[in-house]
């Protein structure tokens, strides 16, 4: 294995660019920097072949970079961890070569992030550095005009993933509420929000800061074409005049 390893023993750097939102004007000047000074460039691929966060950046890409697709399932009941493990082992090799590497990442690495599977894999053996990115929650909350949250209020961001009975007990505790992973989930969500009287204040949006971004009355949504993509913001009650 020393055969492999760079003569300067100098080890890569893999770095978690956030992506932000869509809107590829959202990149942060340091993810910037850094997307254009790396030789390899990571990033997840649908066995389908629909890779969104490389079309985020695909003008600022380089002919010269090699890139690496990671292909996973993203299907209910498969686990998408064996596909980790496998790139990650490929990202060692080039790692220990002294080759910097670059994960691309929608929104924030650190939140629902593809790149923490391989941070956890590998950051306790290379050096590893995470550019925080544009959440699609600040994003959607922006594109739908509705301050989110207002002095003490309590936050929830929510998984449209989960039971009915956990969301209905999540929103039950806070002020304002975001929930995420909408696609096959929204009708279960829309029976919890119907129940809890919420349905008024309750605002979806979908592919927030993209090309082919809506906002839909929420009772006007037609369950069958909601997008994995698609956010509901329920909004704080607070009113600024209230002082």
């Not at 996973?72 to 990650?88: D, M, T, W």
Request: net charge negative; charged share 20%; with cysteine.
């Amino acid at each position: 294995m020393t055969d492999s390893i760079s003569p300067a023993n100098k080890l890569g750097t893999i770095y978690g660019i956030g992506l932000g939102p869509g809107d590829p004007e959202l990149l942060t000047l340091k993810g910037y920097r850094i997307l254009r000074s790396v030789p390899i460039i990571v990033y997840p691929k649908s066995p389908d072949g629909r890779c969104i966060s490389r079309s985020i950046v695909a003008e600022y890409l380089q002919s010269h970079q090699l890139e690496i697709p990671m292909i996973l399932p993203f299907k209910p009941g498969e686990s998408s961890q064996p596909g980790y493990q496998k790139v990650a082992d490929e990202l060692a090799i080039h790692l220990a070569n002294g080759q910097d590497v670059a994960v691309l990442c929608e929104g924030d690495p650190f939140f629902f992030g593809t790149f923490m599977y391989l941070y956890n894999r590998l950051s306790d053996r290379f050096p590893a550095e995470v550019i925080p990115g544009v959440s699609s929650i600040m994003a959607s909350a922006d594109m739908l005009g509705i301050p989110l949250t207002y002095r003490n209020d309590v936050f929830m961001a929510i998984t449209g993933t989960l039971d009915a009975e956990v969301i209905r007990d999540r929103l039950a505790l806070a002020d304002a509420a975001v929930i995420m992973k909408l696609g096959r989930n929204f009708v279960k969500v829309y029976g919890v929000l119907e129940e809890l009287g919420l349905l008024d204040r309750a605002k979806y949006i979908e592919r927030s800061t993209m090309k082919d971004q809506k906002i839909i009355p929420i009772r006007e949504v037609d369950p069958t074409q909601v997008p994995y993509f698609a956010m509901i913001v329920i909004p704080s009650q607070w009113k600024w005049r209230e002082g």
